[in-house]
């Protein structure tokens, strides 16, 4: 319908030209780039070499972590709570334990210091265990596959065929491991608590602290659209053209691509400046030379290639080391699920923002409707914090599936794995219930744009929903 | 030839019965005065004829058509609770009005430029609204409601705004579309405006059409046989001027002049009465005191019941 585009158009391109849009615009990435930058900045001013020691119980990654300009690693063969003490009377900085697994192969590791530990010394470790578990995986895998090709023949597979022939992306999808990190802060009296550098935690609450923002910002630009096409009168002009219902979709979605368009912007431009950064000051932050894998987005058919890639350089820069962290969450699916529980949520919120706007006569009436819409976006972002540190328990569970908390809570989850089917559940009853909401809001803005000067009750609300066309 | 009909249309809210069976009928290229205190429905009923609300019983006809959503575009509508962006761009707004009726842009474009010159507001064109004088924000509002060319025009209180040059404009205009063969329906209280512009008239009040028919044919039917005399020359009682069976309804008088306001028995013309008096008085004015729209607009509803005040 041509109409519905127009009226997107309009909302759209009014507000995309303000000047508040371009500010913002522009100083998001200057303050998002300033988060990746100035921790880097400021790890670096102390130049002291930290000692971590490592309690390998496995036996896999001995002298696989490799001293840097930044972290020496020493590795210790005693018990847990032995080299617990010792980190804390030779003050070392952090006391890194690989437990030995039970059935299959390491698969997480806790990190005692009683400081924070710094996010690049975990993403290092994150990310060398990581690797040296999917190489060994690999390894495995490909001789199992030139079994099943060459029975007998065990020797100089390299020569006859190549990895990328053997290699294919179910195998590259088995191997992906996942290494779980918990950092525990030791306190002076031997108290143990787990501290919150993990990046996934860093990441899952910037995405849900994001889309709550997100929400809130130009959900409320709907409503404040609504209310000033009421205040100023021209929506019964404009509803003798277009049905009610295309005039408020047309502004929600118009509102929703501004919100896109800064978010692409914000992403755009903290790259660039970033990158800027990097070539500017080579020496604190090298380029990252090695691809990065296993990522779904850009994945290499070869095998030898992601052997190689696996070879961490000595000589890595921080920067580098927080990428790689940042790098060990899968991004394909973070982007996705970001846009879609952006969208989801946004629509839920825009429509009943929306309603509201219909409802009342100015801003200062909004009040006692906004308070049930916005007590459950508040409560997501506070049930977000409790969800970083248990991301499976069952508050994690039921607030990352009810629609109304999930666009923030799920995004929360994500980057700690969750199953598929709460995910494809969650996401589910989100369209469902923004449908739901999106038809409601739909009949209350119909009655409420053309009443004027009249205090509307939520009785009065609810009888609207009945009101025929 | 009718080119607008509303059936028999009912409306309701809660319990409250906003329309109750109202039919009108507005012939082709006439102007209709819909009429009624505030509250009685009109606007229900003008809300209905543009599709932001629906009946709850009743048809209405459009040139014979059943009234669907491809008429939006044959329709042009000024309401009485009226405004614009106040921040967008005089023109950019006009243009997505015009646009939202079903222009192309290059027709609006062309048309806005017309309208914009006729009425001395293209200089106008690029500033915000918000600078706007009142009075220039109704010329604009006025342009975007004719500018699809529509052939249904519905004006619910248009002059409300406008100073009296403008509002002369405004009429020119309106009568100027009616000759060109627009349809029009006019909602006011402005009674003057309804005698000077409506060539038929509904009177609705507390939901119901209570009188309607042409202007002429109910100003005729309200006539009272009621006659004013102004005269001089006579200084006794205004009284004994009068025949039997005639009644002094009013009088006045100023230092020259003294003026009677006389009620005629039924069968009597008036021409009794001017024999009566002439021979006794010098008259300066014999006229029929015929009723204006105001006293029978307040009349026929008071009639009818009080005002409701429910909107």
Redesign the interface.
């Known amino acids: 319908m041509n109409?519905i585009l127009?009226?997107i158009q309009?909302e759209y391109l009014?507000r995309v030209r303000k000047k508040s849009f371009i500010v913002m615009t522009i100083l998001g990435p200057i303050l998002m780039a300033a988060l990746f930058i100035v921790p880097i900045f400021l790890s670096q001013m102390s130049d002291e070499v930290k000692q971590v020691e490592i309690l390998d119980e496995t036996g896999w990654f001995i002298n696989k972590f490799e001293d840097s300009e930044r972290f020496r690693f020493d590795y210790v063969y005693t018990d847990l709570e032995t080299a617990k003490t010792n980190l804390l009377i030779e003050k070392g900085y952090a006391l890194v334990y690989i437990p030995k697994p039970e059935v299959s192969v390491p698969s997480s590791a806790m990190i005692f210091s009683d400081k924070q530990v710094s996010i690049d010394l975990k993403g290092y470790i994150r990310n060398v265990m990581g690797k040296e578990v999917e190489n060994q995986k690999l390894g495995a895998e490909i001789m199992k596959e030139i079994q099943k090709v060459s029975p007998g023949n065990d020797t100089g597979i390299q020569e006859n065929i190549s990895a990328g022939n053997i290699v294919s992306d179910e195998i590259l999808k088995n191997i992906k491991t996942n290494i779980t990190l918990t950092s525990i802060k030791m306190g002076e009296a031997g108290k143990e608590e787990k501290s919150f550098t993990e990046v996934s935690m860093v990441v899952g609450l910037f995405a849900g602290i994001l889309i709550y923002f997100f929400i809130f910002l130009f959900g409320s630009q709907v409503m404040r659209g609504v209310i000033?096409?009421k205040?100023?009168?021209?929506v019964?002009?404009?509803?003798?053209?277009?049905k009610?219902f295309q005039l408020m979709m047309g502004k929600i979605i118009g509102v929703g691509l501004v919100g896109l368009t800064q978010f692409m912007l914000w992403v755009l431009l903290t790259l660039t400046i970033v990158t800027v950064f990097q070539q500017v000051m080579p020496d604190k932050f090298k380029k990252q030379e090695t691809v990065e894998s296993f990522s779904p987005g850009k994945r290499i058919p070869a095998g030898a290639e992601a052997i190689q890639s696996m070879e961490i350089s000595k000589d890595q820069g921080s920067m580098e080391r927080m990428i790689d962290a940042i790098q060990s969450i899968n991004y394909g699916v973070m982007i996705f699920s970001f846009l879609f529980y952006f969208l989801g949520g946004y629509l839920l919120y825009g429509a009943m923002f929306a309603a509201i706007g219909a409802a009342v006569d100015n801003e200062t009436d909004t009040q006692q409707f906004m308070m049930p819409v916005t007590i459950p976006l508040i409560l997501g972002i506070l049930v977000a914090q409790f969800v970083i540190n248990n991301p499976e328990g069952p508050i994690a569970f039921w607030f990352s599936i009810i629609p109304f908390t999930s666009p923030i809570v799920m995004m929360v989850r994500i980057p700690f794995g969750v199953p598929s089917w709460e995910v494809a559940l969650s996401m589910a009853l989100l369209v469902i219930t923004f449908v739901g909401a999106v038809w409601m809001a739909g009949k209350i803005y119909r009655t409420g744009i053309?009443m004027?000067g009249k205090k509307v009750s939520w009785g009065e609300l609810w009888?609207w929903l009945f009101?025929?066309? | 030839m009718s080119y607008f009909e509303a059936r028999n249309i009912t409306k309701r809210?809660?319990a409250h019965l906003a329309l109750d069976n109202v039919s009108i009928d507005v012939p082709e290229q006439s102007i209709f005065g819909l009429l009624g205190p505030n509250g009685a429905g009109k606007t229900t009923l003008i809300?209905i004829i543009?599709?932001?609300?629906?009946p709850?019983e009743g048809e209405i006809f459009i040139g014979n058509e059943k009234l669907s959503q491809k008429h939006?575009?044959k329709?042009g509508?000024?309401?009485e609770?009226?405004?614009?962006?106040?921040?967008?761009k005089v023109g950019e707004q006009a243009l997505?009005?015009a646009?939202?009726?079903g222009l192309s842009k290059t027709d609006a474009l062309k048309k806005l430029k017309y309208w914009f010159e006729k009425f001395e507001i293209q200089a106008w064109w690029n500033r915000k609204v918000e600078e706007l004088s009142k009075g220039m924000q109704q010329k604009v509002?006025f342009i975007?409601?004719i500018i699809h060319d529509p052939t249904l025009l519905i004006f619910d209180e248009p002059f409300s705004g406008f100073d009296p040059i403008n509002v002369n404009l405004l009429k020119d205009e309106i009568l100027n579309l009616k000759q060109n063969g627009a349809t029009i329906i006019f909602s006011t209280h402005n009674m003057a405006s309804v005698e000077e512009l409506c060539d038929n008239i509904a009177l609705i009040n507390k939901s119901k059409k209570i009188l309607e028919g042409r202007v002429k044919d109910i100003k005729t039917k309200y006539k009272t046989n009621t006659y004013a005399i102004d005269f001089d020359g006579f200084t006794g009682e205004a009284r004994s001027l009068l025949p039997a069976g005639f009644s002094l309804l009013n009088e006045t008088s100023d230092e020259e002049m003294r003026q009677i306001i006389v009620g005629l028995p039924t069968q009597s013309t008036q021409n009794e009465l001017l024999n009566a008096v002439m021979s006794k008085v010098n008259i300066h004015a014999f006229k029929e005191i015929i009723p204006t729209m105001n006293d029978i607009f307040i009349k026929t509803v008071n009639e009818s019941g009080n005002f409701s005040e429910i909107s």
């Open positions: 109409k127009l009226v309009r009014s000033e096409e205040v100023s009168r021209i019964e002009v404009i509803v003798s053209s277009v009610p053309l004027y009888k009101y025929k066309a | 809210y809660d809300r543009n599709q932001i609300t629906g709850d939006v575009d329709i509508y000024l309401p609770e009226r405004g614009l962006y106040k921040k967008m997505y009005l646009q939202l009726k509002q975007v409601t």
